[in-house]
């Protein structure tokens, strides 16, 4: 049957499910909060949600050890973490000399694929989702970090980029027994 | 130091929190690994942004339950339209309703949950019944009875997906789902002439 062909293709079609969700609970979300920093700050908590999990599965299913050095990080994150879950590997660049911050540069963002900001949300990044899935994610392997969208195609840059800094250690945060 | 003496509780409250819900997550996944290591996964995020978004609509204030699943359902509707537009592009139009329906458990379950409705009933007047033995977002909680009533909010999406695909192909319905065993749900879809 001609119409059975069209849905082999899973893979990117689950992709499509996730973009197309993740739209209706952005709309959602303006719809029910007054400001786009409201927005930003649900969706990054939710992202942190999402992280604290996600870093489970992650490690379950890839064999990635313990990082030495936060260059080594950007590095998982990107080649490995981004390319599991979203199927793309951002660009790790701009290092800053202390080696203590880098930028994501996202060619193609998956969260956003067939979106377009109406007029008036100047105040809304799109994707903060994934800045709480990097923070969650980083803090159950005892790393806090900040970070934040500061381009994103979507406001008109020419590209989109997170920028993450490494805050500190979390030293004590391993439960009594682990490890 | 005082920072620290704070972080230590609530992180291992949460992952005590975490193991409960996902006992049967890693395991799930080692089965699947050989399958899938290497290829993207957006299926992992999609659950997980389900969850979330179940959560969050749950916990908003000054919002009852049935308010909360409207708003889920409605999500799914949204989704579910665009979905069934993008899927349907290339097909063939449908002949009868009947072949509308097992487009909604065959490919679309698939495409969605990863794998079919197990077992679909009508009665011929535009009544559809929609087995999952083992309903995806369910399968992950314990098949313990003592949750069946909590479960009920894990289900408003899914009906709206289905509600949403059907509009999509030109068809209004009434989607509702029942669980009475887990991780078994049944979906009652009505057609609206």
């Given at each position: 049957m001609s119409k059975q062909a069209s849905f082999r293709d899973n893979k990117k079609v689950s992709g499509e499910l996730f973009t197309l969700t993740y739209g209706a609970l952005v709309s959602q979300l303006v719809k029910d909060y007054e400001s786009d920093e409201d927005v930003n700050r649900q969706l990054e908590r939710m992202g942190y949600n999402i992280g604290v999990r996600l870093i489970e599965d992650f490690l379950a299913r890839s064999n990635t050890g313990r990082c030495n050095d936060f260059r080594e990080t950007a590095d998982v994150i990107s080649k490995q973490g981004f390319k599991t879950f979203l199927g793309i590997t951002p660009q790790v660049t701009n290092w800053n000399a202390a080696g203590d911050e880098f930028s994501l540069i996202f060619e193609s963002n998956p969260l956003a694929e067939f979106v377009e900001l109406p007029e008036g949300h100047s105040n809304l990044w799109y994707s903060s989702l994934l800045v709480g899935v990097i923070k969650g994610a980083l803090e159950m392997v005892q790393m806090e970090v900040d970070a934040a969208f500061v381009q994103d195609v979507l406001r008109g840059d020419t590209q989109t980029e997170m920028r993450v800094r490494f805050i500190k250690k979390l030293e004590d945060a391993v439960p009594v027994g682990e490890e | 130091m005082h920072q620290h003496s704070i972080v230590a509780p609530i992180v291992r409250f949460r992952f005590v929190n975490f193991l409960f819900i996902f006992s049967n997550f890693t395991r799930s996944i080692n089965k699947n690994k050989n399958k899938s290591s290497t290829m993207a996964d957006a299926e992992t995020m999609f659950d997980l942004l389900q969850m979330e978004i179940v959560k969050f609509t749950h916990s908003s204030k000054n919002i009852g339950k049935n308010e909360a699943n409207t708003k889920l359902e409605q999500m799914g509707y949204r989704v579910g339209q665009s979905l069934v537009e993008k899927l349907t592009k290339d097909a063939a139009r449908f002949n009868n309703e009947l072949d509308m329906m097992k487009f909604i458990c065959k490919d679309f379950w698939i495409m969605v949950?990863?794998?079919?409705?197990d077992n679909l009933r009508t009665n011929h007047q535009g009544v559809y019944v929609l087995n999952d033995n083992s309903f995806k977002l369910l399968?992950?909680?314990?098949?313990?009875?003592?949750?069946v009533s909590e479960c009920q909010k894990y289900v408003a999406f899914p009906c709206g997906l289905v509600r949403g695909a059907l509009a999509g192909v030109g068809v209004s319905s009434f989607v509702s789902a029942d669980i009475k065993e887990m991780p078994l749900v049944k979906f009652q879809v009505e057609i609206q002439r």
């Amino acid at each position: 049957m001609s119409k059975q062909a069209s849905f082999r293709d899973n893979k990117k079609v689950s992709g499509e499910l996730f973009t197309l969700t993740y739209g209706a609970l952005v709309s959602q979300l303006v719809k029910d909060y007054e400001s786009d920093e409201d927005v930003n700050r649900q969706l990054e908590r939710m992202g942190y949600n999402i992280g604290v999990r996600l870093i489970e599965d992650f490690l379950a299913r890839s064999n990635t050890g313990r990082c030495n050095d936060f260059r080594e990080t950007a590095d998982v994150i990107s080649k490995q973490g981004f390319k599991t879950f979203l199927g793309i590997t951002p660009q790790v660049t701009n290092w800053n000399a202390a080696g203590d911050e880098f930028s994501l540069i996202f060619e193609s963002n998956p969260l956003a694929e067939f979106v377009e900001l109406p007029e008036g949300h100047s105040n809304l990044w799109y994707s903060s989702l994934l800045v709480g899935v990097i923070k969650g994610a980083l803090e159950m392997v005892q790393m806090e970090v900040d970070a934040a969208f500061v381009q994103d195609v979507l406001r008109g840059d020419t590209q989109t980029e997170m920028r993450v800094r490494f805050i500190k250690k979390l030293e004590d945060a391993v439960p009594v027994g682990e490890e | 130091m005082h920072q620290h003496s704070i972080v230590a509780p609530i992180v291992r409250f949460r992952f005590v929190n975490f193991l409960f819900i996902f006992s049967n997550f890693t395991r799930s996944i080692n089965k699947n690994k050989n399958k899938s290591s290497t290829m993207a996964d957006a299926e992992t995020m999609f659950d997980l942004l389900q969850m979330e978004i179940v959560k969050f609509t749950h916990s908003s204030k000054n919002i009852g339950k049935n308010e909360a699943n409207t708003k889920l359902e409605q999500m799914g509707y949204r989704v579910g339209q665009s979905l069934v537009e993008k899927l349907t592009k290339d097909a063939a139009r449908f002949n009868n309703e009947l072949d509308m329906m097992k487009f909604i458990c065959k490919d679309f379950w698939i495409m969605v949950y990863g794998k079919q409705i197990d077992n679909l009933r009508t009665n011929h007047q535009g009544v559809y019944v929609l087995n999952d033995n083992s309903f995806k977002l369910l399968n992950r909680i314990t098949t313990n009875r003592q949750f069946v009533s909590e479960c009920q909010k894990y289900v408003a999406f899914p009906c709206g997906l289905v509600r949403g695909a059907l509009a999509g192909v030109g068809v209004s319905s009434f989607v509702s789902a029942d669980i009475k065993e887990m991780p078994l749900v049944k979906f009652q879809v009505e057609i609206q002439r």
